[in-house]
């Protein structure tokens, strides 16, 4: 009878000397705790080193409405280090991977052709990809693109850019084709010249958010739409037929006439397109469509 209760109790002791076996849900918990534990201590390490370092303020604004407490608009400091070269998107990158995961912002190419990373910066729209920190006055301050509904932090919904971009259905259609299908439909030099800076648009809206029209006017088509317009109806290889519809678009209430040349969207064109002077060649050839000699 001894030796069975010896035994109970070497057992019990046994099992009290055994680790608790964490749930799945703990060990998650915990390695969270050091991850945390570890950027933290990573934070504290470079901004000493920064100290040592050519450094730039960033003021950048925030915005998040699905998660309490962040709701309210505000600006975040960061400090960033500083080398020949570097671009607000690379300066924006280092915040998001260094110090705050969740700062949102659009990028792609790094190259100024998707168009996706057009900011307002120190009170001007901006390719982030294509502005040297280099060229701007400290504290950088990076904001939303204007006059578009802030979705979180620096991205903004282009839904409406879009929509106007395709009002003025961007595509080619010429009344004829060549009938061998590996012929090429061909264009003049001096065509091709003019409707060259056209082309290369970019569709990032800076011209859009800086157009004072479009800010007050939901339905004018932009100057980035009228400027997709500009590009297929002077092409010399477009159908009579399809740029009087073309034009027809772009004429009415709320196409070419409610611009007022203020010249801003050719001013913050990070691609230098003459958008205004394209959106007055419109005006002209829709007043010579619409004359009668008779």
Sequence with gaps: MSTQIEKQETETEEQESEPAVESPGEKRREQKRQRQAEREAQRETEE???DDEETVMLKVFRYDPEVEGKQEPRFDDFRVPFHKGMTVLDALIYARDRYDSSLTFRHSCRQAVCGSDA???NGRQRLGCKTQLSDLDGPVRIEPLPHQEVVK???VDMEHFYEQMHAVEPYFDADEVPEDDLAEQRQS?????????STRCIWCGACM??????????EYLGPAAINKAYRFAMDEREGENRKQERLRIIEQEHGVWRCQTQFSCTEVCPKDIPLTEHIQELKR?????NLKFW
């Design 119 to 121: 900011l307002f910066i």
């Design 285 to 289: 050839e829709s007043v010579k469509n």
């Design 209 to 218: 958010s800086s157009c004072n029209i479009a800010a007050g006017d939901n």
């Design 48 to 50: 000493a080193t920064l």
């Design 189 to 197: 030099r001096e065509n091709r010249e003019k409707v060259k800076m």
């Design 153 to 155: 932090d620096l991205v």
